[in-house]
């Protein structure tokens, strides 16, 4: 217990001092394991986590997701997106904002990443935002918050990996994200209505669009609709009637919705050559990325269980007599709190493994929880001072402040943690869907 304790702290403080998560995790774990049995136990055991994670099939649906959203971003079907909703919002006050918020919401279901959602996004709908006079406040923020939603509607990158560390049904989880994903869009919308009412400048009507312009811009999104219905349809047995009789594995779905990429941007002629090349070298490093901080997780994870912290935190936690709910909103506050220091994986990579076992033990659902993590690890986003979302929005975009961006993005942080305890009050929301599959 002592020893897993004084390894968390080493962590945090070799992260501290811009140590790489990685490296933090596996020097750390790999240490505490030679010391709890020996160094050559510690070092069969790190060698074989390698071989292992490389040899990994399911651990495959990692880059093929990675892959998808890397040639989506290309085939520049985030304008269309940002183009149909704009069409239907734009002519609301604030109804840019909202706009990019359901565009976000669009890129994000073929995405899976919230970096990506963000940065793509800010090019796309800045420019028009800052065209009709929207502040910068307003814009900037709805982007930001906007981009968090990469991470929770299905397929996410974050999910696979929650379910790949926990043994969770990837399947389960996808389909858990659906309705606190379409109520994260819904509650953002909230949060710019309030926005504009508290500035109405801030963000103005804009123009409003005849019904067969608004008509021509939704028929423009069918790449996207039909990406998500391969994918997402394949893997809950949608395609599975006569004559198709088809039905995924997550990582059978993963390729299939990397070759639609593919082919949807091949075929609209927004890809060359150097571009598939671009692409298969940023999959490949982000790809290797991943892996590596994984592989450091799983040695500290192996390192924190032979310690003893898992059942010393489920015995601890029965002998304080604490009820459910109670250790659960420790464990919240202890997330929010990591997310003002920690970027979103690192925070679930690091916390995942020890956290995990206790709330099982307790009773909770795996995918209830992993869904809740999630929503936590949005909020964790776009709150300083660390906001990576807010800190690439800034690197996008140059010219405003992060200190603007914060000021903006408050009322959605706000609006997450309403959310949030909307998910953990009514569990419905989240396991309704898992529990017809």
Known sequence: MIASLIGFAAVLILVLLRMPIAFAMGLVGLTGYAIETSYRGAV???????????????????????????FVNKGGISKELYRASNAFLGHFRGGLAMATIVACGGFAAISGSSLATAATMSKVAMPEMR??????????????????????????????????????????????GIVPGALGILLYMVAV??????????????????????????????????????????????????????????????????????????????????????????????????????IGAWIFSNFVN???????LRSGVSSLGLAPWMVMGVILLIYVALGCVFESLSMLLLTVPIFFPLVTGLGYDPVWFGII???????SLITPPVGLNVFVLKGVVGDVSTGTIFRGVTPFWMIDILRLVLLLAIPGLTLYLPSLM
Do not use: H
């Not at 993590?373 to 909020?379: G, H, L, N, S």
């Open 193 to 294: 209505r309030f926005s504009v009412m508290r500035n109405p400048d801030a963000g103005p009507a804009g123009p409003r669009v005849p019904w067969p312009d608004r008509l021509r811009a939704l028929r423009d999104v069918w790449a996207v609709l039909l990406l998500f219905f391969i994918v997402i349809g394949g893997l809950y047995g949608v395609l599975d009637f006569w004559p198709f009789y088809i039905t995924f594995s997550p990582t059978e779905a993963a390729g299939m919705g990397a070759a639609g990429a593919f082919f949807i941007t091949l075929f609209r002629g927004r890809l060359t050559f150097p571009d598939t090349i671009e692409v298969l070298k940023e999959t490949t490093m982000t790809t290797a990325s991943l892996f590596s901080v994984l």
């Open 131 to 176: 065209k009709y006079g929207y502040a910068d406040t307003l814009s900037t923020a709805s982007i930001a918050a906007g981009g968090t939603l990469g991470i929770l509607i299905p397929p996410s990158v974050i999910l696979v990996i929650y379910g790949l560390l926990t043994e969770t049904s990837i399947g389960a989880l996808f389909i858990a």
């Open 44 to 70: 069969s055991m790190s060698a074989r986590l390698i071989i292992d994670t490389a040899q990994d099939y399911g651990l495959s649906i990692v880059p093929l997701f990675i892959l998808m959203g890397l």
């Open 306 to 312: 032979i310690a003893g912290l898992p059942e010393a």
């Open 373 to 379: 993590v999630v929503v936590v690890t949005e909020i």
